[in-house]
């Protein structure tokens, strides 16, 4: 919050909560932290199910836990046609269809930024798969001022490894969600993950290397 700048006195934030263990560690850390006094913030959560992917969450858990930390979850329910665009594949479309109903809530609801539960894994690991796929080195960035909307979308967890916010989910006893999306897979992503574990066993200090890199050419901010 403090060295990106990510959340400032007045805010109106909603937070992306699929089920994962991040985004619960996201919310739960933001509901803490926004009990202290400045700055002053507001959250709320948005959990949006695909009618049409079998992708089975307990909107119930997820309730109860937003209600715990005096949170309140907007369930959202909508679908999408993978033949309406056969240049996308479903998980591309799944995904933008997803987004596109936070975006369109947040507005709704005046909201000015978007909490994404992204931690530093997932942006490193996105930055190999662009330099090596994409021929280019960048990254999804900690703080995105969106062009076509009075929206920023922020990523609060950036610094945070995935390791501990795995530990933290299950010293907090976090229910894991079940998952059985009929095109989850094996991915570049996966293979890219597996790579960067080697790279650490080489040189336990690379994340670091990696996200100074990053941060040096400008990558982590945007608009």
């Not at 805010?11 to 006094?37: E, N, T, V």
């Not at 979308?153 to 969600?177: F, M, N, T, V, W």
Request: charge should be neutral; glycine fraction near 4%.
């Amino acid at each position: 919050m403090r060295n990106y700048h990510l959340i400032d006195d007045g805010d109106y934030i909603l937070i992306a909560l699929s089920g994962g263990k991040d985004c619960l560690c996201l919310l739960d850390l933001l509901a803490m932290r926004q009990r202290i006094f400045m700055p002053r913030f507001k959250i709320e959560a948005v959990h949006v199910r695909m009618e049409n992917i079998a992708y089975e969450t307990d909107t119930r858990y997820l309730e109860d836990f937003c209600r715990q930390r005096n949170v309140y979850l907007h369930v959202v329910n909508t679908s999408f046609d993978a033949s309406t665009d056969k240049r996308k594949s479903p998980c591309f479309l799944c995904s933008w269809n997803r987004r596109k109903q936070m975006f369109n809530l947040a507005q709704e609801l005046g909201c000015n930024k978007i909490a994404l539960g992204h931690h530093m894994d997932d942006l490193i690991h996105t930055a190999l798969m662009n330099e090596c796929f994409q021929g280019r080195f960048d990254t999804m960035p900690v703080s995105l001022r969106m062009k076509k909307m009075p929206l920023t979308i922020i990523r609060p967890l950036c610094l945070c490894h995935e390791s501990d916010i795995k530990a933290y989910a299950e010293q907090e006893g976090y229910r894991k969600q079940q998952k059985i999306c009929p095109y989850e897979k094996e991915s570049f992503r996966t293979d890219i993950q597996r790579i960067f574990q080697q790279m650490e066993s080489l040189n336990p200090e690379a994340r670091y290397s990696i996200w100074n890199a990053l941060e040096r050419d400008g990558k982590l901010i945007e608009g």
